[in-house]
C-alpha cells in the first residue's frame, strides 16, 4: 500500500470515529432536537387530542383529621404523554433510545387535584423527566396532597371513610386533553396494598378507579377519580372510649344496691357523673360537626341522661326518708298511686309490706279498745249499784284513767311508727322504679348500638 493511501484511511478512520464519539453524547442528540414552544399543546395538528395516562399508588395516610374532614396522604405519581415534534432515530445516535432532561423547554399538562385544599406544595421536588426515541414524556414522583373528605363518622370508631382524589386539567377541555389510567383498579389496589404502611390507626381497604368528565359552567373536562376506602382500627378506641364509659355505667347500676339510708350512694353517683362527664369532652374533640351525629356520642349523651334521672331518683328517695322523721301523715295520692297501683305494677308483695305497717293488723286494736270500754262501764254499774264512794272505787277510777292515757299514747306511737313505715315503703318503690327504667334504657341502647356497629 502506498504512503498516500494509508495517510487516506487513517484520516477517514478518524474522521469516522469523531463523528461516532459527537453523536455518542447526549448534548448531540439534544442540539439536533427542536423543541417547540412550551407554550403550546405539542400536536402538529389541533385537532389531535393529547392523550395523557396518569397512575398512582399511594403509600401511606398521614393523617385523616375527622375534626377538619381533611385527608393528607403521601403517594407515588407518575404520568405520560407524546410530544409529536420530539422524535429521532436511535440508529444515528448510538442506539440512544431515552434520555432524562431537567429543564422547561418542553410543554407540560395542567394538571390539577380538584379535592386539594392546601395551596403550599410540600411535596419533594424530582424535576427530570424521561424522554424517549417516539416522542413519549414520562414523569414519576413522590406527591404529598391534602385533600377534602366528607367523613360519615355514624358508626365511630367502626366507621369506613371513603375519600376520593380528582387529577384532570384546569386549563385544557375535553376536546384537549383526554385522561387515561394506566391500571385498573386491581392492580392499583395490589401495587397499594403491597407497599401500604399503616400507623395503626387506618387499614387500606380498596381503591376504586373510574374515568369522569367534570363540567365547569358550559365546559367538560376529562378526569380521572381514584376513591380509596379506608377502615378505622378501633382498638385504640375501645380501650380510651368505650371500655370506661362502659364501666362508669355498670358501676352507676351497681350503685343503686347501696342501703337509702347511707347518704353515700348520691356522692358516688355524682363522682362517676363527673368520670362520664371527662369522656364526653374527650369524644368531643375527636368528632367532627356533622349532620348526623355518632352512635357512640348518641349512647354516652342518653347514658348521662340516665344517670341524672337516677341522681333526681335518689334524691327523691332521700327526700321521703327525710318526710319519715319530720311529717306526721302521709298524702292519699303516695298511699294510692304508688303504695297501691305502682306497688303493684313493680311486683310487690303484700306480705313483704306487711313489715311496713302498710297492712296494719287495726282489728286487733279496735277489740282492745272494746273490751276496755266494756270493763269501764262494767265498773260504773257496779259502783251504781253498791252506790258507795269508798276508797277502792275512787282508786279504781284513777287506775282506768291512767290506764286511758297510756293506751292513747300506745295508739299514737303506733300512728306515727305507720307513718315513718309508710314513707319507707313509698321509698322502696320509687327506687325500684328508678332502678328498672335505668336498667332497661341501658340494655336496650347497648343492644341498639351492638348492632348498628355490627351490620
Avoid at 407540560?108 to 424535576?127: A, C, F, H, Q, T
Avoid at 375535553?174 to 387515561?180: A, F, K, L, N, T
Avoid at 252506790?387 to 279504781?396: A, G, I, R, Y
Amino acid at each position: 500500500m502506498s504512503p498516500h493511501s494509508l495517510t487516506l484511511l487513517l484520516t477517514c478512520t478518524l474522521f469516522g470515529v469523531n463523528f461516532c464519539q459527537k453523536n455518542c453524547s447526549f448534548g448531540d442528540l439534544i442540539q439536533n432536537l427542536s423543541f417547540p414552544n412550551p407554550n403550546f399543546r405539542p400536536v402538529k395538528n389541533w385537532t389531535t387530542v393529547t392523550e395523557l395516562s396518569i397512575g398512582m399508588t399511594l403509600y401511606t395516610v398521614v393523617q385523616l383529621d375527622t375534626s377538619l374532614q381533611s385527608l393528607t396522604t403521601l403517594l407515588w405519581f407518575n404520568m405520560k404523554w407524546i410530544n409529536e415534534f420530539i422524535e429521532w432515530d436511535p440508529s444515528q445516535f448510538c442506539s440512544i433510545k431515552k434520555m432524562l432532561l431537567s429543564n422547561d423547554t418542553f410543554w407540560k399538562p395542567d394538571l390539577y387535584i380538584y379535592e386539594r385544599i392546601e395551596g403550599e406544595d410540600k411535596s419533594p421536588v424530582v424535576p427530570f423527566y424521561s424522554l424517549n426515541y417516539i416522542g413519549e414524556i414520562k414523569v414519576s414522583f413522590p406527591l404529598r396532597i391534602v385533600s377534602s373528605c366528607n367523613l360519615n363518622v355514624y358508626k365511630f370508631p367502626f366507621d369506613t371513610q371513603r375519600c376520593t382524589l380528582t387529577f384532570g386539567p384546569y386549563i385544557h377541555s375535553v376536546q384537549d386533553i383526554i385522561m387515561v389510567a394506566n391500571a385498573n383498579s386491581s392492580e392499583v389496589f395490589k401495587a397499594s396494598h403491597k407497599l401500604f404502611v399503616s400507623k395503626g390507626d387506618w387499614d387500606l381497604k380498596n381503591i376504586l378507579v373510574t374515568p369522569k368528565t367534570v363540567v365547569s359552567g358550559n365546559v367538560n373536562y376529562s378526569a380521572i377519580c381514584y376513591e380509596i376506602t379506608l377502615q378505622r382500627m378501633p382498638i385504640f378506641y375501645i380501650i380510651t372510649l368505650i371500655v370506661p364509659a362502659c364501666v362508669l355505667v355498670i358501676l352507676d347500676i351497681v350503685s343503686m344496691f347501696i342501703p337509702m339510708e347511707s347518704g353515700e350512694r348520691l356522692g358516688f353517683k355524682i363522682t362517676i357523673v363527673l368520670g362520664f362527664s371527662v369522656l364526653l369532652l374527650i369524644l368531643n374533640t375527636m368528632l367532627p360537626t356533622s349532620e348526623v351525629p355518632p352512635v357512640l356520642g348518641v349512647f354516652c349523651c342518653v347514658c348521662m341522661a340516665v344517670m341524672m334521672i337516677s341522681i333526681l331518683g335518689c334524691i327523691a328517695v332521700s327526700y321521703m326518708l327525710m318526710l319519715s322523721e319530720s311529717q306526721p301523715t302521709v298524702p292519699l295520692w303516695v298511699k294510692s298511686w304508688i303504695l297501691r297501683y305502682l306497688a303493684r305494677v313493680l311486683c310487690f308483695r303484700s306480705q313483704s309490706f306487711m313489715k311496713y305497717g302498710i297492712i296494719p293488723p287495726k282489728v286487733e286494736t279496735h277489740v282492745n279498745n272494746r273490751a276496755l270500754e266494756e270493763q269501764v262501764l262494767e265498773t260504773k254499774r257496779k259502783s251504781e249499784r253498791n252506790k258507795e264512794d269508798s276508797m277502792e272505787v275512787k282508786m279504781l277510777k284513777m287506775l282506768l284513767l291512767q290506764v286511758k292515757k297510756i293506751h292513747k299514747n300506745i295508739v299514737n306511737s303506733d300512728a306515727m311508727s305507720e307513718v315513718k313505715t309508710e314513707w319507707h315503703a313509698a321509698a322502696i318503690v320509687v327506687d325500684r322504679l328508678v332502678f328498672i327504667i335505668y336498667f332497661c334504657i341501658v340494655v336496650i341502647l347497648f343492644v341498639s348500638v351492638v348492632i348498628i356497629w355490627y351490620t
